[in-house]
C-alpha cells in the first residue's frame, strides 16, 4: 500500500534552515508528481510546491519563493523540502503528497503523509 | 489567482441527517474539483475528485456535484465518523493548487 513518511521537523530559530524528507513506498515513485502542503495550527491548508516525477519541472508558492526548494531523489524514492530564512509564519505540519494520476496529468492529490510539524520560534 | 470560498464555516447537524457543503470558485475551474476530509490529528483525506467522482473505498453516502463556479459535498445520512473538517481544492491551475477555507461539520 501507498505509504509516505515525512521526517526532519522540529524546533528552529528564526532565519535558520531545515530540511524536511518524505520516503515514499508502495508504488512507483518516479512516475508521480509530488507535492508539499502545509497547515498552521488551527488554520486551513496550504499548498506549497510541487516537483514533477522527474525533477525537471518544480513550482513554489509565492511566501516561499526562494527561501523554499523542492528537490527529490527517484534512486532513493525520497522528496525532500530544504527550507531557508524560516520565518515565524512558517511554523505548521508540513504534509508529504501525492498527486493522484501517473506523469504529468492534471489531478488532485490523493495519497498524504502524515505530516512533520516545524516550529520557528526563538 | 482563483479564490476558493467554502460555506457555511460550521454545520450543526445530528446523526442520521442530511449535510450540504458549498464550496464557490471566483472563476470558473471547470470539473477540477475536489473534497477532502480532515479529522483531528490525521492527514487529510480525497472523498471526491473530478467534481463526482468518489475517490476508492469512499462509502456512498458522500457525493459530489456542481461545475464551473459552484460546487457542493453532500454527506446523504451523517455518521458518527463523518464529524470533521471537510476542504474542497481546485485544481484547474495544475500543478498549483489552492484551498477553500474549511468547513467544519459538527454535532447538533
Known amino acids: 500500500q501507498v505509504q509516505l513518511v515525512e521526517s526532519g521537523g522540529g524546533v528552529v530559530q528564526p532565519g535558520r534552515s531545515l530540511r524536511l524528507s518524505c520516503a515514499a513506498s508502495?508504488?512507483?515513485?518516479?512516475?508521480?508528481?509530488m507535492h508539499w502542503v502545509r497547515q498552521a495550527p488551527g488554520k486551513g491548508l496550504e499548498w506549497v510546491a510541487v516537483?514533477?516525477?522527474?525533477?525537471?519541472?518544480?513550482y513554489h508558492t509565492d511566501s516561499v519563493k526562494g527561501r523554499f526548494t523542492i528537490s527529490r531523489d527517484n534512486s532513493k524514492n525520497t522528496m525532500y523540502l530544504q527550507m531557508n530564512s524560516l520565518r515565524a509564519e512558517d511554523t505548521a505540519v508540513y504534509y508529504c503528497?501525492?498527486?493522484?494520476?501517473?506523469?504529468?496529468?492534471?489531478?488532485?492529490?490523493?495519497?498524504w503523509g502524515q505530516g512533520t510539524l516545524v516550529t520557528v520560534s526563538s | 489567482e482563483i479564490v476558493m470560498t467554502q460555506s457555511p464555516a460550521t454545520l450543526s447537524v445530528s446523526p442520521g441527517e442530511r449535510a450540504t457543503l458549498s464550496c464557490r470558485a471566483s472563476?470558473?475551474?471547470?470539473?477540477?474539483l475536489a473534497w477532502y476530509q480532515q479529522k483531528p490529528g490525521q492527514a487529510p483525506r480525497l472523498l471526491i475528485y473530478?467534481?463526482?467522482t468518489r475517490a476508492a473505498g469512499i462509502p456512498a453516502r458522500f457525493s459530489g456535484s456542481g461545475s464551473g463556479t459552484e460546487f457542493t459535498l453532500t454527506i446523504s445520512s451523517l455518521q458518527s465518523e463523518d464529524f470533521a473538517v471537510y476542504y474542497c481544492?481546485?485544481?484547474?491551475?495544475?500543478?498549483?493548487?489552492?484551498f477553500g477555507g474549511g468547513t467544519k461539520v459538527e454535532i447538533k
Open positions: 481544492q481546485h485544481y484547474n491551475n495544475w500543478p498549483l493548487l489552492t
Open positions: 503528497a501525492r498527486d493522484l494520476g501517473r506523469w504529468a496529468v492534471t489531478s488532485p492529490i490523493d495519497y
Open positions: 472563476q470558473s475551474v471547470g470539473s477540477n
Open positions: 516537483i514533477w516525477y522527474d525533477g525537471i519541472k518544480k
Open positions: 508502495g508504488f512507483t515513485f518516479s512516475s508521480y508528481a
Open positions: 473530478a467534481a463526482s
